[in-house]
């Protein structure tokens, strides 16, 4: 439990108290920028803690610039903070999304807007429908989460990273983390885990498995004449397709399209190099991987300036500061949901978020014995195979929002997280502009998994 002492022990010696919060979120990515601002509008006193210099996790370290899995055919199924971001970005111009006129398939809205990467990517019409996404700039994502967590007086500790959880008797009461001022506490009345690693929750001691997925050293290209290369895999499609095999074959992996355009003009963003066999839990994997893809990139750049209608001027403009992380440690919580529940779209009565049409239910967020923490993001209670098909940052976003949510209503009831009614969470939920999947899709499997 939060209190105001000025120290908390530790195996190491005293370590300051540096703050106190009703909620505190660990992890500035997607998920816990949603978690943090949903709280601070639920009227708590919200502390935001981050190891990186800014806001925004894979989405805006990590580039990988296309929102997307949050639409159920023509529904947006992922609303609220995640759609006010996205608003936000686009009224600054660093955001585009397709019109409604647009979302359909068809091959000429396949040829005008497939390079943005704002198509259903999950369906098996030829061309696939183009749908609601947001292609968005990386330091717009991260000029937009200062300005939604600031003018919800979040307080946001930058620059210290997660070292330890502080539970007593079950129940966690905030976290230790380490900085350039040394070690420090930093104590909430709940704690939401938005690591992406399960970071909080497996020091905590909450049960968890261990998942592996390929990883990505994402990058950016700049000086592109992106029309050029658009006419060329257009209409000369035998001569694109020789040297689309040979980027990729250089690549060693990579999405069928392996650039994509973005909001700058001549800048693109590469959602590459595949790299398997690699733990993102290992500090050994992770250098290896950061070295690998950068000589990846290098040949790739040098490839296709030599060889790529379009990319003949181009220069390697960034490579993204986070390695793509996919999948590391899972929580193992009160319910694990399945690929069947994913790939079945089984509705849950305690459902708190959407993502394409599968739903979240609450109980994955929580984990078993541990009180008074929340689990939000990528690292949520599923299995291995289902994560990988319900991972995507719009959908993690709504959790987090589910999350702060919940921990305000624990904190107004006077009861633990996992003591939430959920209907009530469900009901502040849709009132504040969000879907919180309490109403079954028309392809939902009505066969519900009970509550």
């Not at 009703?22 to 920028?33: Q, R």
């Not at 390695?323 to 790939?343: A, M, N, P, S, W």
Request: proline fraction near 5%.
């Amino acid at each position: 439990m939060a209190t105001a002492a000025d120290f908390v022990e530790d195996p190491g010696g005293r370590v300051p108290v540096a703050g106190i919060a009703d909620l505190l979120v660990v992890g500035g990515g997607p998920a816990g920028i949603a978690a943090a601002v949903a709280g601070a509008r639920n009227g708590l006193s919200v502390t935001l803690v981050e190891r990186y210099p800014y806001l925004g996790g894979l989405a805006s370290g990590g580039m990988v610039l296309v929102l997307d899995d949050m639409c159920n055919g023509a529904e947006i199924s992922v609303r609220g903070i995640c759609i006010e971001l996205i608003n936000r970005l686009e009224r600054l111009g660093l955001a585009v999304t397709p019109p409604a006129a647009d979302r359909r398939s068809d091959r000429a809205m396949w040829r005008k807007w497939s390079r943005w990467g704002v198509f259903d990517f999950t369906s098996r019409d030829k061309p696939q429908p183009i749908n609601y996404s947001a292609a968005f700039d990386p330091d717009g994502f991260k000029r937009v989460a200062n300005e939604l967590v600031a003018e919800a007086k979040v307080t946001v500790r930058l620059h210290s990273w997660f070292s330890r959880a502080i539970v007593e008797g079950g129940r966690i009461g905030g976290v230790i983390c380490e900085s350039k001022e040394g070690r420090h506490a930093v104590l909430g009345s709940v704690v939401v885990d938005a690591t992406g690693d399960l970071d909080v929750a497996a020091s905590a001691g909450a049960p968890f498995v261990v998942g592996s997925y390929m990883v990505t050293t994402v990058f950016r290209l700049g000086g592109i004449d992106t029309m050029e290369a658009e006419r060329f895999e257009y209409e000369e499609p035998d001569a694109f397709k020789v040297l689309d095999r040979e980027a990729k074959r250089i690549l060693g992996g990579s999405w069928d399209k392996w650039w994509l355009q973005t909001p700058l003009p001549g800048v693109v963003w590469c959602n590459c190099p595949h790299m398997s066999d690699y733990d993102g839990l290992k500090v050994a994997d992770l250098t290896r991987a950061d070295f690998e893809g950068r000589k990846r990139i290098v040949a790739l750049h040098e490839f296709a300036r030599a060889k790529m209608p379009g990319f003949g001027d181009c220069f390697i403009l960034d490579v993204a500061p986070q390695l793509g992380i996919r999948q590391t440690r899972l929580l193992e919580g009160i319910y694990v949901v399945t690929k069947e529940d994913v790939v079945q779209r089984r509705y849950f009565q305690d459902a708190v978020a959407r993502g394409r049409d599968y739903y979240y239910p609450y109980r994955a967020m929580l984990p078993r014995g541990v009180a008074q923490l929340l689990v939000a993001g990528r690292h949520y209670s599923a299995t291995s195979a289902a994560q990988r098909i319900s991972r995507e940052i719009p959908p993690c976003m709504a959790m987090g929002q589910a999350a702060g949510v919940a921990a305000a209503l624990a904190l107004e009831g006077g009861v633990a997280v996992g003591e939430v009614e959920v209907k009530a969470l469900q009901r502040r939920l849709r009132a504040q502009g969000a879907d919180p999947g309490d109403r079954p899709a028309s392809n939902a499997c009505i066969a519900e998994a009970a509550a």
